[in-house]
């Protein structure tokens, strides 16, 4: 059996908690990845990270990719966390624009559906969603509402399809 490990980058709390579902779901380890180095993975033979979609990017991708570089012989397991709904091709348009061809790639890679939360974001972000969504209303002839309301449509059943792809894996 491989050991896993769950690891999350998380600024408002989604990618967090779908990665400790993740993490009771599979009976393993869970932490943020801050502060973690390549060297702290040596038991694990599989690793899961974890992150939320900024401006199109996954956070924290850039050391992923890196450690999947220097460490093959593990199964890598990427999910991203985001507000866009997963139909119309979002999942592979944010796989495509994140792994480009050449790049190190993980064995599989998920999309789920999180929200927003405006409470727990940070000042800059809170200024950019404004002026974003300020741009949107213009476009669309919608009024910007006075204040942003965040939305939480984070479900544990998404992580159905990665614990079964997972559990297979690790055997
Ligand atoms: C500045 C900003 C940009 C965002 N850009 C996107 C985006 O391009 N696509 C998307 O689906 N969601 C986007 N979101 C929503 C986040 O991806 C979503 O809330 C995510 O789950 C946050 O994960 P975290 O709280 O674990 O960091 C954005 C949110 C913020 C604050």
Known sequence: MKKTIV?????????????????EDLA??????????LDDL??????????????GMIAGLGKIKNWIGKSPEKTWVVFA???????EGYEELIFKTN?????S??????????GINYERMGFFNRILMK??????????????????TSIDLANRDYIAELLSYV?????
Request: overall charge positive; aromatic content about 16%.
């Open 7 to 23: 690891l999350y980058r998380s600024r408002t709390g989604f990618s967090k908690c779908y990665a400790e579902w993740i993490a």
């Open 28 to 37: 393993c380890e869970c932490r943020s990845i801050k502060g973690v180095k």
């Open 167 to 171: 559990r297979l894996k690790a055997r």
């Open 42 to 55: 040596k038991d694990f033979g599989l690793v899961i990270y974890g992150a939320g979609v900024y401006a």
């Open 99 to 103: 792994f480009r061809k050449g790049e």
């Open 131 to 148: 002026f974003l969504s300020g741009l949107a209303s213009k476009k669309n002839g919608i009024p910007q509402p006075a204040k942003p």
């Open 81 to 87: 966390t985001g507000a866009t709904p997963p139909k």
């Open 105 to 114: 790639r993980p064995a599989h890679f998920y999309y789920f559906l999180s």
